[in-house]
């Protein structure tokens, strides 16, 4: 499983304490089920950033600029708004997106799974959208492989500052 690979790489905070999810609400919310890797990454880390840029949305947070719900909405309204004045989007934005938000870097870049089979969320992919340009990056794995590889350095992000990761891979809770 990918979380163990990320947990191997970055650590889980120790003593988190994290709240009690209500999944099923959630997932209503955001009209469809969402993978594993990603629940279990909330239990495990809780809200934080992992060394120092990448941030990864939580289910329910009084925090708009990292409330899932929130930006699952406001990437997509982003995403069509570009569309609409000429941006090409090389994936599928109308009911059923084929894009939902997961997370953004410091640097403004969005974090999406890209849902190919609506109905199967563990085997969704990881696709990065550059925030001021057309780039986007595609990794052909769930979301805890992306960030365990990214951090460990086994991939390269384009879109990333060429330097990242500069440290040790690290998660700092908020």
């Given at each position: 499983?990918?979380?163990?690979?990320?947990?191997?790489?970055?650590?889980?905070?120790?003593g988190v304490q994290p709240g009690e999810v209500d999944w099923r609400s959630v997932e209503h919310l955001i009209g469809c089920a969402l993978p594993a890797d990603y629940k279990e990454m909330?239990?495990?880390?809780?809200?934080?950033?992992?060394?120092?840029?990448?941030?990864?949305?939580?289910?329910?947070?009084?925090?708009?600029a990292i409330d899932l719900p929130t930006q699952v909405d406001e990437s997509l309204w982003?995403?069509?708004?570009?569309?609409?004045?000429?941006?090409p989007m090389p994936y599928?934005?109308?009911?059923?997106?084929e894009v939902l938000a997961f997370g953004?870097?410091?640097?403004?870049?969005?974090?999406?799974?890209?849902?190919?089979?609506?109905?199967?969320?563990?085997?969704?992919?990881?696709?990065?959208?550059?925030?001021?340009?057309?780039e986007w990056f595609e990794f052909p794995g769930d979301m805890s492989g992306f960030l365990a590889k990214v951090l460990d350095r086994t991939i390269s992000v384009p879109i990333f500052p060429r330097r990242f990761p500069s440290m040790a891979p690290i998660f700092e809770s908020y």
């Open positions: 499983m990918s979380i163990d690979e990320l947990a191997s790489v970055a650590s889980p905070p120790l909330v239990q495990r880390y809780g809200p934080g950033c992992f060394s120092q840029f990448i941030h990864v949305y939580q289910p329910s947070s009084e925090l708009r982003a995403l069509r708004y570009l569309r609409d004045v000429g941006e599928r934005l109308d009911d059923p997106a953004r870097t410091d640097n403004g870049d969005l974090l999406f799974w890209r849902r190919i089979d609506l109905d199967a969320p563990d085997t969704w992919t990881v696709l990065v959208k550059e925030p001021r340009g057309e």
